[in-house]
């Protein structure tokens, strides 16, 4: 199983002390490894807040998130960073890229966590990564000089 959902809850509590919203209330799901799946829903459903807990970018109230056999609510800080950076990856519908710094300099912030690591077989996978998604003649652009779904496609994991 790469991923299993068990019971998840989340409830939002309003700033001002107004009702609280729950938008996750006993999510179960499965994905085998291969698998594919779409989340779908009117605007509101919890379909972000699920993505943002598999993706360790916020806790759930209760419930069990199984991701590779990982319980992702137990990690520590150290391990949720890690596993941000070589298990999940988002490709937000706001594009979350440094204006200052190149397409390739873009993919490349994610490593600059890790330690002891070759930053010249870095650079050359994140350069053989844009060009296997058509942006190789683009490495040096900044994200404004590219239209919307090249941007999308600069968003890629190292």
Known sequence: MLLEIRNLTKTYRAPDGGDAVDVLRGVDLTLEAGGTLSIVGPSGSGKSTVLNVVGALDKADSGEVIVDGQDVEK??????????????????????????????????????????????????????????????HRLHHRPGELSGGERQLSLIHI
């Open 75 to 136: 990690l520590r800080d150290d391990e949720l960073a890690a596993y941000r950076n070589t298990t999940v990856g988002f490709i937000f519908q706001l594009h979350h890229l440094l204006p200052q710094c190149t397409i390739l300099e873009n993919v490349l912030v994610p490593t600059l966590a890790t330690r002891g690591a070759n930053r010249n077989e870095l650079r050359a996978r994140a350069e053989k990564l844009l060009d296997s998604v058509g942006l190789k």
